[in-house]
């Protein structure tokens, strides 16, 4: 027996050996290829002229993780919903671009007003315009471009949630082409309550500075809310609409997971309704994993309720605390709005909402006790999602003046996200291309931002888990083939 034992287990200590040997050699191979990528990618990024057709090439198979701060509706380009409005065969207004869907009222009208696709791409001109209605393209100061921005939005609705799995197909097959492998998208507007059960009492409350008042108000509302059988078929509606488009885009490249939102310039009753659907909806569903507070910070209602739907999402939060939140907070740049305007809400976002992560961050600088603040962001962990092309587009804030470094330089996480790539006619390549070229980050920490983009996410921590070996593997054949060319 001895004899027939000892040549096995020379055997196994051999193939131990052997397959140590090779892990071994494995590992130095991936630490020569990180380094030859790292020496690639700085020799590139230090040039006096950074050759950028070449960093595209480079950015182009980069891995990059997942875009978290991403809105289904915007990201889709304006010739996709041209294209369905044609297989609805709606019509277009020929002197103000939008929508007609009611076909009726349509025969009515004199068919030179509203013209169909067909006619629309015939004069080549006119289409050119509808694209510069509908995104940012071409812009040359028609409107105040926060204006152009977000007015964009109201010309593509009546039709963007027509087609949602070709969307959704679109949206996925454009992350595999840029290597993107996980979204967190806002894809629907969460239910509010009918417009004609307008809660006077809720509708009064930004007038009302005393939280006793608000907590008592809010508690009323809530339990109606919970009562409301019609309220809550609504929202399950809305939870299975996105369990079902979601389960059959998400494979084993691909995942997207969505964050339900409310619109921070809608009346309070309506928002706290909308607010308390989205908490509910990422209870029911893994396909919802946070909830958002989305729309034009500056506007006068986003701005007189700010407060109070700071202290909404504290009063949900503490029914339902293992909701994740990430909310668009300090979208301004001076002159906006009035300076005191700039003073608290990414302070207020973390400390009376409690968020997990920040959406823009760009007025940190004006924000009281700033300093603190992102001390307080660091500890906590809280992240902030960068999205220099709109930054840019909407606040005028672009490289030195950007915040970005100073994020960086105090330690508090950042990610790199695109927001909407169709109003601004970019891409999440796009958005590391500027990144790169204004910030000049070290490869090190290129690939700790792409990292953030998981580790921050709302994904549960299995899931986490498993996106981050994905990314482990994509960045190996990633430095593998750099340091092969290279
Ligand atoms: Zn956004």
């Not at 051999?14 to 590992?27: D, P």
């Not at 030859?36 to 990024?45: G, K, L, P, S, V």
């Amino acid at each position: 027996m001895i004899f027939k034992i000892r040549p096995m287990l020379r055997f196994i200590f051999l193939l131990g050996l052997f397959s140590s040997i090779a892990f071994g050699a494995e590992k130095s191979n991936s630490k020569a290829n990180y380094q030859a990528t790292e020496r690639y990618y700085q020799n590139i990024i230090r040039q006096a002229s950074v050759p950028i057709a070449e960093l595209q090439q480079f950015i182009h198979y980069l891995p990059k993780g997942g875009d978290i701060h991403h809105h289904y509706v915007g990201a889709l380009y304006a010739e996709t919903y041209v294209d369905w409005v044609e297989q609805k065969g709606y019509c277009i207004y020929r002197n103000n671009f939008k929508i007609e869907t009611q076909l009726e009222a349509n025969q009515g009208n004199s068919s030179k007003e509203c013209i169909s696709v067909s006619q629309l791409r015939a004069d080549s001109l006119l289409y050119n315009r509808l694209l510069q209605h509908w995104s940012d393209k071409d812009f040359n100061n028609q409107l105040p471009s926060d204006q152009q921005f977000f007015s964009t939005f109201a010309y593509f609705f009546p039709i963007a949630y027509s087609y949602n799995r070709a969307g959704l197909e679109i949206i996925k097959n454009r992350a595999l082409d840029e290597n993107l492998q996980y979204i967190e998208t806002t894809f629907m507007l969460s239910p509010s309550k009918g417009d004609k059960k307008v809660d006077q009492k809720l509708r009064t409350l930004n007038t009302n500075r005393d939280d006793l008042v608000i907590n008592q108000t809010l508690d009323s509302s809530f339990a109606d809310f919970q009562l409301d059988k019609d309220f809550q078929v609504a929202i399950s509606d809305y939870v299975k609409e996105i369990d079902d488009h979601f389960s059959q885009v998400n494979d084993s490249l691909f995942t997207v997971k969505a964050q339900a939102y409310a619109l921070r310039n809608e009346e309070p009753d309506i928002f706290f309704a909308r607010l308390y659907a989205s908490f509910v909806a990422s209870q029911k569903s893994t396909n919802i994993v946070g909830v958002n507070i989305v729309g034009p910070e500056n506007e006068f209602v986003s701005m007189r309720d700010y407060s109070l739907h700071m202290k909404m999402a504290r009063f949900l939060k503490q029914k339902f605390p293992s909701t994740k939140l990430s909310f668009h907070a300090g979208e301004l740049a001076l002159g906006m709005v009035p300076p005191e305007g700039l003073r608290s809400h990414i302070t207020e976002a973390v400390q009376v909402a409690g968020v997990d992560r920040i959406g823009h961050g760009l007025d940190i600088i004006y924000e009281r006790n700033f300093n603190q603040l992102m001390q307080e962001m660091k500890q906590k962990k809280i992240a902030v999602e960068i999205n220099l092309t709109s930054n840019e587009f909407i606040t005028k804030i672009s490289g030195q003046s950007h915040p970005i470094a100073l994020y960086e330089k105090n330690g508090v996480p950042i990610v790199i996200s695109s927001d909407d790539e169709g109003v601004s006619r970019g891409s999440i390549g796009q958005e590391y291309l500027l990144y790169l070229t204004r910030y000049k980050p070290s490869y090190a920490t290129l690939k700790k931002t792409i990292y953030n983009s998981i580790e921050y996410s709302f994904l549960s921590k299995q899931e986490k888990a498993a996106q981050i070996e994905k990314l482990n593997n994509k960045f190996a054949q990633f430095e593998a083939k750099i340091s092969l060319f290279h």
